[in-house]
């Protein structure tokens, strides 16, 4: 284990994946999201297959005993990556960034109902914690319904973003079924080719010839978007997940930069401090689930018979 590394590796990969996103919204107002979801899974592909290939991994990357689960996962990391891609056309990125911090928080609503996780107060409360600081982000573009397009525009946008952020809290539910069962480099893989197969679907709701420049930039958010599911991939392998997943965190202030010296956009009080909230609420769970984890191991240790 090497924990600077694995840190160094997470940061990376959170760069990576907000220049990413940066690329999509600089096409939004052109490229449907249907359209650039497809270049960021398909143009992923030959990056993790060269990854898998050179890390002699590339049998595990295409064996699996799960098929319909790698399905629905990628069905609804789908959902989520296409709800969050429209949002860019509609709201500022560190905005959309915010929103998006409610997917972790969702997961454990959702990991309770269909996993039959146990929650406990603890828990319970940062939920109630982070759900409090995405109603105060998405709060003030539900009071802009003034009657104006820009506002309804706003509000549609928000909602979007926020439907994105269930569909990957239920992605996250079938990572935990899949992880029982499939190795890590299959769920990668299986999941840009499923996107990239799903996200044909939306061909007959208005796909457009891309100019030259934003081909160029489509094709570069899906190459980015291999590399930063390799660092993220390699983070983990690196350190412990309980140390390196707080560092998701650090996409606000990478969003934060990019949004205000690329896209002019100034971030608002109501979303750095529903921001604050969510962040606080996404490390306390995820500290408590380090907790719980060190004692479930705690007392398998105890249950192993000595000697």
């Keep these: ?40 899974s398909f143009f992923a592909i030959p990056v993790i297959f060269a990854w898998l290939a050179w890390r002699r991994e590339l049998p595990v990357g ?3 005993t799960n098929p319909f689960g790698h399905f629905w996962r990628g069905l609804m990391g789908t959902m989520a990556m296409g709800l969050g891609f429209a949002g860019l056309g509609y709201l500022p990125l560190p905005e959309v960034t915010a929103i998006g911090y409610a997917a972790p928080i969702l997961t454990v609503i959702f990991a309770a109902m269909f996993l039959g996780e146990e929650v406990r107060i603890f828990r319970i409360s940062a939920v109630v914690m982070g759900l409090v600081g995405v109603l105060i982000v998405v709060y003030p573009r539900l009071t802009v319904l003034s009657g104006d397009a820009a506002g309804y525009l706003e509000a549609f946008g928000a909602m979007v973003v926020l439907g994105g952020a269930v569909f990957a809290a239920l992605a996250q539910v079938f990572v935990r079924r899949l992880v029982n069962t499939e190795q890590t480099a299959a769920i990668v893989f299986y999941f840009s080719l499923t996107a990239s197969a799903l996200s044909l679907v939306t061909i007959p709701f208005g796909w457009v010839w891309p100019t030259a420049g934003e081909a160029a930039i489509l ?27 707080p560092f998701d965190y650090a996409s606000m202030i990478f969003a934060l930069g990019i949004g205000y010296f690329v896209f002019a956009e100034v971030p608002t009080l109501p979303m750095l401090g529903g921001a ?24 398998r240790k105890a249950m192993t018979p000595q000697g």
């Design 276 to 299: 604050a909230l969510i962040v606080t609420a996404g490390i306390l769970i995820i500290w408590r689930e380090r907790k719980l984890g060190l004692e479930r191991a705690r007392q």
């Design 1 to 40: 284990m090497r924990p600077l590394r694995g840190i160094a590796l997470k940061l990376a990969s959170v760069m990576v994946f907000i220049v990413m996103a940066s690329m999509i919204k600089a096409t939004s107002a052109h490229v449907p999201a249907g359209q650039a979801v497809f270049f960021r």
């Design 219 to 245: 094709v570069g958010a899906g190459l980015l978007g291999g590399l930063g599911q390799i660092l993220l991939t390699s983070s983990y392998r690196e350190a412990d997940a309980s140390l390196v997943a």
């Design 62 to 64: 295409l064996k699996t």
